[in-house]
């Protein structure tokens, strides 16, 4: 028999997904923008994101999530820190008691007296402009699985058994490999799960058999829902969907995945990366990080009704190749040099 080498590379949306419109929300004219964390408050839509130019966190305000004005730079490296003294970004917020709290990520480049490092900081704000931030890294890397870098921290409030709870990755620096989880009584000193990571790139899905990373999680109906980025054996990414009753064990995911990825012809045709969710009245509105030759760019997405398209409970999913039955249009790259049997 002989095998061929096609490759499938999922186009566009599945899972009750659609792009909103052909243009991004935010970029490329600012050069890279990415890794949006958007709430609304008050009728207003209020993002804070990565912006790669100057390697600060910015934000900006919209009344209706796609035009965008009022952008400032509200976070910014710190120099001589040796552990954020290159990059600041990848930030999530959370109101709490009426303030504004900030985990992000802290970055250092290789230079002749540095090595490379990524640890997480935490910040705090009455208006979520203004913010007065820690000296000291909230968390590092530990363990081995975390290597050089841990980043990409979603921070939830767990009310009923008052703690915090943050997901986060870590691995490699540009792009870190697996999610672990962590838990604090007061959002400074973390303890991580004894046995992290709790999710991990599953080789049997060629989309997202390289890494996994970038998570952001909802809890709705008893279930903790992740958006995650995965990358594939070329290192393309896309966004994925799977969801766990604790957050931590027994994570199921979505047989449609990925849920979102580039589309041919599309300013996104280069991948799509991080995201962000609002509930609104009658559907989900995300912001994702869609990748192109400029750089990065944010863009928007819907989904109508809150059904994610997950099967009932214990019933197997639609498609065991994972792109289930909403898929999306896909690529076949073929190689020749396959073996042959």
Not at 270 to 290: A, P
Request: charged fraction near 25%; glycine fraction near 12%.
């Amino acid at each position: 028999m002989d095998y061929c080498g096609y490759k499938y590379k999922p186009r566009g949306c599945t899972g009750g997904w659609e792009v909103i419109g052909t243009k991004p929300v935010l970029g490329p004219g600012m050069g890279t923008v990415n890794d949006p964390f958007v709430i609304k408050e008050n009728g207003f839509y209020r993002m804070w994101f990565s912006w790669r130019k100057g390697r600060v966190i910015a934000y900006t305000e919209s009344k209706d999530g796609v035009r965008w004005d009022n952008v400032q730079v509200v976070l910014t490296a710190v120099k001589g820190s040796v552990w954020e003294g290159h990059e600041v970004c990848r930030p999530t917020i959370l109101k709490k008691d009426g303030m504004y709290h900030m985990w992000y990520t802290g970055m250092m480049y290789p230079t002749e007296i540095n090595a490379p490092k990524s640890c997480i900081g935490y910040a705090i704000s009455e208006d979520g402009i203004v913010w007065r931030r820690r000296n000291s890294p909230v968390m590092e890397p530990s363990s081995a699985w975390e290597k050089i870098a841990v980043a990409h921290p979603h921070v939830m409030w767990d009310e009923e058994n008052k703690k915090f709870r943050m997901w986060y990755c870590a691995g490699r620096q540009h792009e870190p490999d697996a999610i672990g989880y962590a838990e604090s009584l007061d959002g400074v000193k973390w303890e991580k799960f004894s046995k992290n990571p709790i999710f991990t790139p599953d080789s049997t899905h060629y989309w997202e058999m390289g890494k996994v990373s970038a998570p952001y999680i909802i809890k709705e109906d008893g279930w903790y829902y992740m958006f995650y980025l995965g990358m594939d054996g070329d290192l393309i990414a896309g966004a994925g969907l799977a969801r766990s009753k604790d957050g931590i064990h027994d994570w199921e995911r979505h047989p449609s995945n990925p849920i979102s990825a580039g589309k041919d012809g599309n300013w996104d045709w280069l991948g799509t990366r991080k995201v962000s969710i609002v509930k609104e009245k009658n559907g989900y509105q995300m912001w994702y990080t869609g990748g192109m030759r400029e750089g990065q760019a944010i863009g928007i997405a819907w989904h109508d009704g809150f059904d994610l398209g997950f099967p009932e409970e214990g019933a197997p999913g639609r498609d065991e190749r994972g792109f289930g039955e909403g898929l999306g249009s896909v690529n076949y790259y073929y190689h020749d040099n396959i073996a042959k049997y």
